[in-house]
Every structure is written in C-alpha cells, then in structure tokens.
C-alpha cells in the first residue's frame, strides 16, 4: 500500500494527512490549466471534469439550474443585467467568474450598481443578495450518504460583515438544527452530486424562508475534526469505487 498520487496540492490542504490508498487512487481539491487526467485504471476521488465545473462560477451555476438546487439568482454583468437588478430592487454581490477565497468580491446596494460598468469589473457575475439569517458549512460524501456540518456563526467584532468566512465567523459544530434541517441535507447532496464531486462541502444559507446553496467546494479549510472525516470519507468512497470499477 502506496500513498495515493495527489496531483493537485491545493493551500488548504496543506497539513493534511492522506490516507495510505493503493496508489491507483487519485484525490482532488483542485486543479490548474496543467492538470491531467488520471492514469487509465485510475481510481479518482473529485473528478478534473467536477473540480473544473466547480471552479467555474458560470458552469456551477448552469448546473444547479439544470438540477434545480436553490442557489441565488446569477448573471454577467452587462448593461442590460444590472438594468434587471434595478427593475427588481435586488441588492447585488459581485463575484468575479473564477472567484476564489473572497477576492475581488463586493456586496453592493441595487443603488450602487452602475459602479459596476467600469471595465475593471468585465467577465464578472452579479448575484443576488440575500438576506441571510443563518449559515453552515456542510461536508458531504454523496455515495455514503455521510454529512458534517458547522455554523458559522458571526464574531462580535465582525456582525456588521456580510462576508460569512474563517476571519468573520466561529465554527460551530453544536449548534441548533431548524425543524427543516433534513431539506438542508437533500439539497447539500443533490448540489454535491450534480457538480460530480464525491467528497466536498457547500456553504448552506437560511433566509428565513429557504435554503440556497451559495456555492460547493472541492477544497475547504480542512480543520482537524473534519481532516479525519475527510480521510475516512476517501478510504471508504475509493473501496466503493473500486468495487465498481
Ligand atoms: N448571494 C449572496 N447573498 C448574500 N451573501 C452572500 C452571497 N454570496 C456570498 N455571500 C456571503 O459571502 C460568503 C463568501 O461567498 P462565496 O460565494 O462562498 O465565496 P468564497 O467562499 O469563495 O469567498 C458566503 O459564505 C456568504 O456568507
Ligand atoms: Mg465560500
């Protein structure tokens, strides 16, 4: 028993131990324009087509359109579009297309929205703002039909922030699941699955009214409870898919 290949060494996978897995089992968190295919025979965990999609905001969101996973409204950002948000009174986060960890993201007021015509804000997204009430962090193993999931819940220091993330919010894991919680889990699985992904997580929002998945994530800043989840969780997804290969 080999350590499996890792192609794609991802930052927030730094620290991790990985399983030892033949090493006929290749694991993704990411992937660049030089990654390849996985050696023929190859088991592979995370897919270079899922991880691509998923990395890919427009593609990511075609694909929950296609599947009917609730995820906020999302456009280029044209003339015409922004127009659309301003009929509709909708507030806007603007997302750039391959937006990673936050950056270059801005939530703005349907007011401010011709800020967005500058050229520097071309091939971007304008996505609905909602207003959340509550939000977590669900890890999900598909085939396993397995879940881990944290609330963000805001610091002190940062409740004006709108941003949910590691600088902004405490992760906890004992938290009050609403009455509804299993349609949170249906729709993380559905979200996950229809991406491809096989061991991932979404960021899960609760407006009050609904669930909408913000995004899904192949790499997600692996805390030590969930490294040993994830480990277990690839052990177990490569033994399945080897079963079926
Ligand atoms: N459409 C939205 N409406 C309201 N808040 C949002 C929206 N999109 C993102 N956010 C907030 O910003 C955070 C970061 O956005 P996200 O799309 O997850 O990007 P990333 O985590 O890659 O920076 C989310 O966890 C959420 O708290
Ligand atoms: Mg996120």
């Known amino acids: 028993m080999k350590k499996p290949l890792f192609r794609t060494p991802h930052p927030s996978a730094k620290g991790m131990t990985f399983p030892k897995l033949s090493k006929r089992v290749v694991i993704r968190h990411g992937a660049s324009k030089n990654s390849k295919p996985a050696p023929v025979g190859a088991i592979e965990i995370n897919s270079l087509e899922a991880i691509r999609n998923n990395s890919d905001k427009f593609k990511m969101k075609e694909i929950f359109q296609e599947v009917e996973v609730r995820s906020p409204e999302c456009f280029e950002n044209t003339q015409e579009n922004r127009e659309i948000f301003k009929q509709k009174g909708w507030n806007v986060v603007f997302k750039k297309r391959r937006h990673k960890r936050s950056q270059g993201m801005e939530f703005l007021k349907v007011g401010e ?100 998945i913000i995004e899904t994530n192949a790499a997600s800043g692996l805390g030590e409870e969930t490294k040993a989840w994830y480990e277990q969780c690839y052990r177990e997804v490569a033994e399945i898919k080897t079963q079926n290969a």
């Open 113 to 212: 929205i011709d800020k967005l015509s500058d050229p520097i804000y071309e091939g971007g997204l304008l996505e609905r703002r909602i207003n959340i009430r509550r939000e977590w962090r669900v890890h999900c193993a598909p085939a396993l039909d397995r879940f881990f999931a944290m609330e963000k819940r805001k610091r002190l220091d940062h409740v004006e922030s709108l941003n949910r993330n590691l600088e902004t919010c405490v992760f906890r894991k004992d938290f009050d699941e609403p009455d509804n919680w299993q349609e949170a889990l249906t729709l993380t699985k559905k979200a996950i699955e229809a991406m491809g992904l096989d061991v991932a997580c979404v960021d899960l929002a609760w407006s009050g009214k609904f669930f909408y």
